[in-house]
């Protein structure tokens, strides 16, 4: 095998998202006839794409492959990273590859599904390697990010050392006490490292990003000066900053009670792996926090991104059914809002306000910082692992060609720097490098159970349906095509009925003249009357009121 293994000079990589994006983080490795998977990541639902829950990457061409695929790489637990496991392995079962704590997530997921049993999940250690078929030897090397064993991935190939940093920052005092293993990455860069993909989320932040331990301090200064009740709302994954709310809670003789699905899961989870340090009896069910004085109570929940049905969203709403928000409480959003989220985060933070609460929020406080790396620490992981190509990875593009730019300045040339997009091949050599075409990728909608049952049309439908409502015209014919009853229009989110009876009673007239037109000219093709209905009525609402509503003929035949 070794020597065919240095016959080998070419691999390819297949961003299938991650790039152009933030989320959906997936990355394929070809070496021959072997396929690698580095995570299997969701991406959260913008604003325009209503009523969808998840957005995956697509993997037909995954699918196309399966027996190709030798495995799955994960690095760290974030559902960017995670979230899609579930829909590929439904398809693909192949082993999955993680440190302990981003295990015990993925079982926790991969439970929900009913996929638990038929899983391989294989636990490595920061520091240790795994070989994966005849090719792949995956190094896991730990980094700092905000979420306990993040690891980076040096992923040897016969080609040569592809360093996939992932998510990352250089925190020169952890909470845990774990740090980035910095020493490695450089051995990495003295030995010679083919390319890298390096986190992009921060490319446009100057200096450092700061220390989770800044965010300890904040919080107990906060926890010291509360007089009542203290909510907290943090990401779920987040069990670092988790764990600082504890500690505090502890020094001031609080009892802590958690809300929200996924924080009591992953709570749960790390205590239950070790990650998670409470002492005993002061963990407590939410029904015990009425027996205890207000100044006795921390809540840790979620919704810190304003999510519709996350606890703290139904806190600010007055319809959760434990905790109501009063006078004296201090509720702290300790969480960047993510790109999109922004509006509803700022009306949660509004709400709670209005129902008495002090709100202490980032941009008012340090009670958050950034799990991503700013422009220094891009520079030193560039110089640290001195790549001959360079892939900005984990960013919109603004943040990819930011990044690109920072490469430039440390010295890698420009004609080795990548800015890709999902599906697009590169082809990668010892001497170099090329786009070699494309595959298929893109995103596919998660809607309840429903995967990919989604598309343009429906969105474009419901987009419709909620800007101008939908006007329903009924009507019976007989054998002979000849109307017998109605037309009825029946009104939803268009306009109020028993205030508008004259328009609606002029939209019917409209839609009969436009059917004893037809009648005159024996038109019965009921597709055809359906297109004068729309075209009828359609123009009449438009010039009447200037609105677009979905108009829906139904035809019934007696």
Known sequence: MATVKNQIDK????????????????????????????????????????????VIPDITYLKKNKERIKGVVLTHGHLDHIGALPYLLKEINVPVYGT???????????????????????????????????????EFILVNHSIADACALAVHTPVGVLVYASDFKFDQTPVNGQMADIHRLAELGDEGVLALFSDSTNA????????????????????????????????????????QFIDSAFKNDCKVAVTGRSMINNVHIAKDLGYLDIP???????????????????????????????????????DHRHINIKNGDTVVVSATAIPGNEKSVGKTINKLFKRGAEVIYESVSGVHVSGHASQEELKLMLNLTKPKFFIPVHGEYRHLNRHAKLAQEVGISKENIFITEPGNVLEFSNDDSQTAGSVKAGRVLVDGLGVGDVGNIVLRDRRLLSQDGILIVVLTI????????????????????????????AAT???ENALSKCEENNVTEWSVLKSEIKDALGSFIYHRIKRRPMILPIIMEV
Do not use: W
């Open 509 to 511: 007239n409209r839609v």
């Open 204 to 243: 446009e932040r100057a200096g450092y990003t700061m220390s989770e331990k800044v965010v300890g301090e904040a919080i107990d200064d906060i926890f010291s000066d509360a007089q009542g009740r203290i909510i907290v709302a943090s990401f779920a994954s987040n069990i670092d900053r988790i764990q």
């Open 100 to 138: 302990k704590l981003t295990l015990g997530l993925v079982r926790g997921k991969l439970k929900e599904h009913g996929l638990l049993k038929d899983a391989y999940l294989k636990h490595v250690y920061p520091g240790h390697s795994v070989e994966i078929g005849d090719y792949f030897n995956v």
């Open 280 to 318: 005993e009896g002061m963990l407590v069910d939410l029904e015990e926090l009425k027996h205890l004085r207000d100044d006795q109570v921390v809540l840790i929940t979620t919704g810190s991104q304003g999510e519709p049905m996350a606890a703290l969203t139904r806190m600010a709403r007055g």
């Open 478 to 505: 007989d054998q002979k095509g000849q109307i017998i009853a109605g037309p009825d229009i029946i009104s939803r989110g268009f306009v109020y009925i028993r205030e508008s009876e004259a328009l609606l009673s």
């Open 11 to 54: 691999l390819s990589l297949i961003p299938l998202g991650g790039v152009g994006e933030i989320g959906k983080n997936m990355m394929v490795v070809e070496v021959e006839d072997e396929i690698l998977i580095i995570d299997a990541g969701v991406m959260f639902p913008e604003d325009d794409l209503l009523g969808i829950d998840l």
